[in-house]
C-alpha cells in the first residue's frame, strides 16, 4: 500500500474512533460519513471542538429542530472544519430557513442547507433553490413514485450543473433506461442516474464504465452492492479512465478495512465496507475539494453521492420524526 493511501486510511479510522467518543450509542453507519467528513479536508477530529460544535447545535437549534437527530454528527463533523463553527452554524441557518420555502421541512432539507452553505455564495442561495424546486418538479413528473424529500438534496446538487435543466433530465433519462438493463432496484438506479447526469459524456458511456467497474470488482471476488452503495460507486467510476487502477485502490483499501475494528465479522457488513474503501478512494482523488469550489463535474458528482449516502442512513433510522 502506497504511503499516501495508508495515511488516508489510518486517519479514517482515527476519526472514525474519535466522532464516537463524542457521540456514543448512534448508528454505526453514520460514524465512518462522519469520519470522511474530516479526512477528506485532511483534518484530525479533535474531541473538544467536536464537543463545542455539538453544543451549538444543541444549544441553538432548538429541541425539535431538524437539525438535531441522525444529522447532528455529520453536522458537528463539518462545522469542526470551520474556524468559527458558530458563524458556520447560523449560515447553515439561514440557508435553511430559504429552502424550506420550496421543500417540505425535513431533515433532507435541513441537510441540503449544510451542503450548499459550503459550496455556494450568499447571494446566489435563493436562485440555487428555485432552480432546484423546478429541477425536482421535472423530476417528479417522470418518476412520481420515485421522487420524495431526499430527491430534494440530490435537485439542490443538480441546480448548480453547467448543463440545462431539459439536458439534465434528457441525461437523466437515458441513465436511467440503460441502468434498468444492468440493475432490479429502481430506487438506486433512480439515484444514480441523478449523479452521472452530472457528469460529462454521453449516458452510454458513463453507465458501460460504471458497470465495467462494477463487474471488475465482481471478477476479483468484491461482490459490489445495488442498492444503497451504487451512488459512491457511480461517482468513483468517472474518476479515471483506468479502471484497473481504481478497482486495485478500491480492493486495497478493502483489504486494510476488514483488518479493523468495526469490520470484522461482527461489525459492517462486507458490502457496506466495500462503499466506504469506495468513498475513501475517492478522497485520493482530491475531489473533497467539492466542498469549497465545485471545481469540476466528477467533483460535484462525488459530493452529490456523499449526500444520497447520508440521506438513505437517515431515511433508514428508526428514530421518530420531529418537527421544525
Keep these: 500500500m502506497e504511503d499516501k493511501t495508508k495515511e488516508l486510511c489510518e486517519s479514517f ?27 477528506a479536508n485532511g483534518i484530525k477530529g479533535d474531541v473538544d471542538k467536536l464537543k463545542a460544535c455539538k453544543k451549538i447545535i444543541n444549544k441553538n437549534a432548538g429541541v425539535l429542530s ?9 453536522f458537528a463533523a463539518n462545522l469542526s472544519t470551520k474556524e468559527d463553527p458558530k458563524a ?28 450548499l452553505s459550503d459550496i455556494v455564495q450568499e447571494d446566489n442561495i435563493e436562485s440555487v433553490i428555485e432552480r432546484g424546486k423546478a429541477i425536482y418538479t421535472m423530476i417528479k413528473d417522470n418518476h412520481p413514485f420515485l421522487t420524495n424529500d431526499q430527491t430534494s438534496v440530490l435537485a439542490g446538487m443538480l441546480a448548480m ?6 439536458e439534465l433530465i434528457d441525461d437523466m433519462e437515458k441513465c436511467y433506461d440503460l441502468l ?38 465482481k471478477e476479483s471476488g468484491k461482490k459490489y452492492g445495488v442498492y444503497t452503495e451504487l451512488a459512491t460507486l457511480a461517482s468513483v467510476s468517472i474518476l479515471d479512465d483506468d479502471l484497473e487502477k481504481l478497482r486495485d485502490t478500491i480492493i486495497e483499501i478493502d483489504d486494510f478495512l476488514s483488518k479493523q475494528k468495526g469490520y470484522g465479522l461482527l461489525g459492517i457488513d462486507k458490502k457496506t465496507r466495500l462503499m466506504h474503501a469506495t468513498m475513501l478512494t475517492a478522497d485520493l482523488y482530491d475531489t473533497a475539494q467539492a466542498a469549497h469550489i465545485v471545481a469540476s463535474a466528477s467533483a460535484l458528482a462525488m459530493a452529490a453521492a456523499q449526500q444520497a449516502t447520508i440521506c438513505i442512513i437517515i431515511a433508514s433510522s428508526s428514530e421518530i420524526a420531529i418537527i421544525d
Excluded: C
Design 88 to 115: 458556520a452554524f447560523d449560515k447553515v441557518v439561514r440557508y435553511y430557513n430559504i429552502i424550506k420555502r420550496q421543500f417540505n421541512r425535513s431533515q433532507f432539507s435541513a441537510l441540503l442547507a449544510i451542503l
Design 66 to 74: 431538524y437539525l438535531k437527530g441522525d444529522i447532528a454528527i455529520p
Design 13 to 39: 479510522i482515527e476519526n472514525r474512533d474519535i466522532v464516537k467518543k463524542v457521540f456514543s450509542m448512534e448508528s454505526t453507519l453514520i460514524y465512518p460519513i462522519a469520519a470522511n467528513a474530516l479526512t
Design 180 to 217: 434498468k438493463i444492468k440493475f432490479s432496484n429502481k430506487s438506486s438506479i433512480h439515484t444514480v442516474s441523478h449523479i452521472l447526469s452530472l457528469t460529462r459524456g454521453s449516458a452510454r458511456e458513463k453507465v458501460e464504465h460504471m458497470i465495467d467497474l462494477y463487474d471488475m470488482l
Design 161 to 166: 450543473s453547467e448543463k440545462s435543466n431539459v
